[in-house]
């Protein structure tokens, strides 16, 4: 079983930005997409953004397309979110998410095969 160890949330104010990491330990990091999530005080988690094992594909949910980039460094087997111009809607848990294959489609679904224990971004107002 995979662990994915998230790092890099903080408080932060409206117009910052903030650069999240998710460290993932075991082999064959690169076989598998990844995938963000986030899960607002009394709302479901939902789908932030995603990409494929060798990193050329992404793809990102509407409400954060243009201020949100995930990227991943296989060498390290690590995946990142950068998220820049935050809003105070933006506030919530984000988690990591190791998928169960390497390729992604270009939906908002994604078949998670490990959760990480999730990071807490702040935005005030």
């Known amino acids: 079983q995979v662990q994915l160890i998230e790092s890099g949330g903080g408080l932060v104010q409206a117009g910052d930005s903030l650069k999240l990491s998710c460290a993932a330990s075991g082999r064959y990091f690169s076989s598998y997409a990844m995938a963000w999530f986030r899960q607002a005080p009394g709302k479901e988690r939902e789908f932030v953004a995603k990409?494929?094992?060798?990193?050329?594909?992404?793809h990102y949910a509407d409400s954060v397309k243009g201020r949100i980039t995930i990227s991943r460094d296989n060498a390290k087997k690590t995946v990142y979110l950068q998220m820049n111009s935050l809003k105070p809607e933006d506030t919530a848990v984000y988690y990591c998410?190791?998928?169960?294959?390497?390729?992604?489609?270009?939906?908002?679904?994604?078949?998670?095969?490990?959760w990480g224990q999730g990071t807490q971004v702040t935005v005030a107002s």
């Open positions: 998410a190791q998928g169960s294959r390497s390729y992604i489609v270009v939906d908002t679904t994604f078949s998670v095969a490990s």
């Open positions: 990409i494929s094992g060798s990193g050329g594909t992404t």
